[in-house]
């Protein structure tokens, strides 16, 4: 695979050198419960001074929770946190950053990086001493954001920003143990090499750091060892990465032995078409310059490259903001909504995997999570028997496991509630169903229950468009791919047959 080649090869430190050294931290037989559901049971985790710790698992294995416990922003039930030793260990030597990010939008970005170094978090900032110590963390992982953003409120930074605010500011901290929870997920292909080098000077500094990725071919280039949770138990601890290898690592988790790739592909519904075409097929046209794109029912149109280009043709799509750069048709006539609302209306479905900030009704249940684009589209303020009965079959139909239609979606994984996002179109398919990083986040078995629900999607009528910056399943799944570099503009139209992680990373530049 080229990503897993084109990765810098990454050499632990003797294994001797690691296992000597200190622990900086000692989870012992931590339980936790949520009501009736056992998340943690009696799991372990250890992580000696100065090493990259992976902990890894399938969603729902219990990872976010143990990290929340670590962070102190949740009490285990049972079992003891040592930190340096230290069962009475102090906050303020970690540092979390965490999948859903816990930025605050009102504050600009350099307020933002220095709050874990306020001791009144109520007191005005002030003085050149915060921004200078902002720079100088932001500066390690971009040099030009640092340069141009200190003074930006993070509620006008796109997720892809944020998520390198949210890194410096666990730089900033100066904590010994920084715990990553997905850290790379909205960045290129240079930012996570770049945040890899990062990680391993602090480690040479005697700083310890747990990553938690579902991405094989990243634990491979950065960690020295590997903790497993399968079902809130500590299946493998402590494991050396060089004495594990990636089918092992599959099977500890729990999921079947197949690469990511191979997972993309498998499957009865692995054919990019439809075997037939869908009669009265939805048409859609796209034209940027001397770019031009057609898609038609059946397709799925991908996106690659940062954020800023796919983001913009996205907002379009979707009523966000209109476009003066893209020409856009549907059916011959031009696409322009004035809100999200009326793009709803209009036949176009959304799915985002800013599940936390743009996705998941927190404060409602389930059910109201499923039915809510019906809801929008019908104007309706209540669900009716009928929606009722489809969102428990929604449920069924993607396994997914839930004590009822009216338990709270906290009570999910992320990776169910990617997949609940997915529910809301099922039952009343958009004309155009559009993604945005939907498998952000996502073990290899969700990756996979989600490549096969956007392939029947496809297969009943609806054109996909889909932005990833996981080349793989761009190149699994889709029939074309606009490919935009660095700077957001669209500089190439990829055909089926021609679309490989490598002709990807060349279009775009992201290996860089």
Known sequence: MWLEEALPAHSPRPEVMIENSIPVLECLDIEKSFGATSVLKRARLTVKTGEIHALLGGNGAGKSTLIRIVSGSIPADGGSVRVAGATDFQQSSIAVVFQELALLPH???????????????????????????????????DGVL???????LVADLDLHQRQLVEIARALASGARLILLDEPTANLTFGESERLFAIMRRLARSGISLVIVSHRMNEIRAIADVCTILRDGKTVV??????????EQIVEAMGQKQ??????????PTASRRPAQRVTNATRLALAHGAIRVAAASGDILGLAGAPAGPGTLLDHLTGVRPSSEWEIMRDGRPLRFASPSQAVRAGIGYVTGDRANKGILSSLPILDNIVAATRVARR???????????????????SIKASSIDAMPSSLSGGTQQKLLLARWLDDLPDILVLEE???GVDIGTKRDIYDIVRQAAASG?????????????????NSVISFDLSGRPVEVLEEGYITEVT?????GMAA
């Open 107 to 141: 504050l600009t970005v350099a307020e933002n990086i220095d709050l874990p170094n306020r001791k009144n978090g109520f007191a005005p900032a002030g003085g050149r001493k915060p921004y200078e110590a902002a720079f100088n963390a932001l500066s390690q992982i």
């Open 146 to 152: 640092a340069g141009t953003v200190l003074g930006t």
């Open 237 to 246: 601890d402590r494991k050396p990465m060089a004495s594990i290898d990636d």
């Open 258 to 267: 197949l690469t990511e790739a191979e997972q993309a592909k498998a499957g």
């Open 380 to 398: 309706r303020l209540f669900a009716s028997a009928e929606e009722v009965g489809a969102a428990s079959r929604s449920l069924d139909r993607l």
């Open 438 to 440: 939907p498998t952000r």
């Open 462 to 478: 609806a054109i996909v468009v889909w932005w990833s910056t996981e080349f793989a399943e761009l190149a699994a799944v889709c």
């Open 504 to 508: 990807l990373a060349k279009a775009t």
